[in-house]
């Protein structure tokens, strides 16, 4: 892996500095004046993929622009980020941030990217909660039943994921951390088999993304306990927080947003924001973007940052209990 980074490179080529200064002005009056690429390190068909698209569709009818979607895959996000933190900085390449990212800051031993200077915050997407599911032949129906029967079984109890690091896996260990419950983690690769083995009862919990969980949840094969974000699921009126079940201030979710290499010119981010904040607006995205149980997150660049920056933070300590490295 290339550990050169990036930020020195864009010194090196800015060394005229006052030249460089000169052009922006002139460069976001032109911008966009081709496609822009919009890379996300997931594959295609997942979560991340679909918003991803369907935001990104509209925000090119806004700019005038195709926003033709990249898919790079691997180390969980990795390979992506490494990819547009070594991009021109000049609003044609950007990353889809998530959750992912400042989870893989305390995951990793090392890294090809700074997850913190490398990238220029555009916004938030959305978000879209996790869903603590398990298997309905579990003598289990709430969360209190959920920790005594933990208490009762010898082995405890199983809960899957789609990955050691996965903001599914850490949602486990952040809620294992709160009740110090005998909790044996079993991951898989991806969320697909993780849910298989779990409709067919190999394994007994999983905090599941909603949009992965839902359809199994209203067919009544696997069991929602709760749910992990602040709020309800309008989809699931009837399943309470885990805030309501007595953990107040356990709010996970995973989320999604824009970035640009870090050194993109501010009135390039600024319209970037523009154009991502009014699609997010437009009924048409909200209504799909709700249907996969995903809350609109519109905002400013430096919320975003601050955002993603106490998220570092947060996960960091998780990451540490939990015990989870990859190098």
Not at 119 to 139: R, T
Not at 151 to 173: M, P, Q, R, V
Not at 259 to 279: D, S
Not at 290 to 315: C, K, N, S, V, Y
């Amino acid at each position: 892996m290339n550990h050169r980074h990036p930020s020195r490179r864009r010194l090196l080529a800015c060394a005229t500095g006052l030249a460089c200064l000169a052009a922006l002005p002139a460069h976001a009056e032109t911008w966009p004046a081709k496609p822009v690429r919009l890379v996300v390190g997931y594959a295609a068909g997942g979560a991340t993929d679909v918003v991803t698209r369907l935001v990104g569709q509209k925000m090119g009818e806004l700019l005038g622009q195709p926003v033709i979607v990249d898919n790079r895959t691997g180390a969980n996000s990795n390979v992506g980020a490494e990819v547009v933190a070594r991009a021109p900085a000049d609003g044609y390449t950007l990353y889809v941030y998530t959750i992912a990212n400042t989870i893989n800051a305390s995951l990793y031993g090392k890294l090809g990217y700074d997850p913190r200077k490398d990238f220029a915050p555009i916004g938030l997407i959305a978000k879209i909660p996790n869903i603590l599911v398990v298997y309905p032949g579990l003598p289990v129906k709430t969360v209190d039943e959920y920790q005594r029967f933990a208490k009762a079984e010898k082995n405890g109890i199983t809960f899957a994921s789609s990955g050691s690091g996965s903001s599914i896996h850490l949602s486990g260990e952040m809620f294992k951390m709160q009740t110090g419950l005998n909790m044996l983690h079993v991951p898989y690769r991806g969320s697909a088999p993780a849910v298989a083995d779990l409709l067919g009862g190999q394994v007994q919990s999983m905090f599941d993304n909603a949009p992965s969980a839902l359809p199994h949840v209203q067919s009544g094969k696997l069991r929602a306990i709760a749910v992990t974000s602040a709020q309800r699921l309008p989809m699931l009126p009837d399943v309470p927080t885990l805030a309501e079940s007595g953990f107040p201030g356990l709010d996970v979710q995973s989320w999604f947003g824009l970035a640009a290499p870090a050194g993109t010119p501010a009135p390039v981010v600024a319209r970037l924001n523009q154009a991502l904040n009014q699609a997010l607006e437009t009924p048409e995205v909200r209504k799909r973007l709700q249907d996969l149980a995903a809350t609109p997150a519109a905002g400013t660049p430096a919320q975003m940052r601050a955002f993603a920056d106490a998220e570092i933070a947060r996960w960091q300590a998780v990451v540490k209990a939990s015990g989870a490295s990859v190098e």
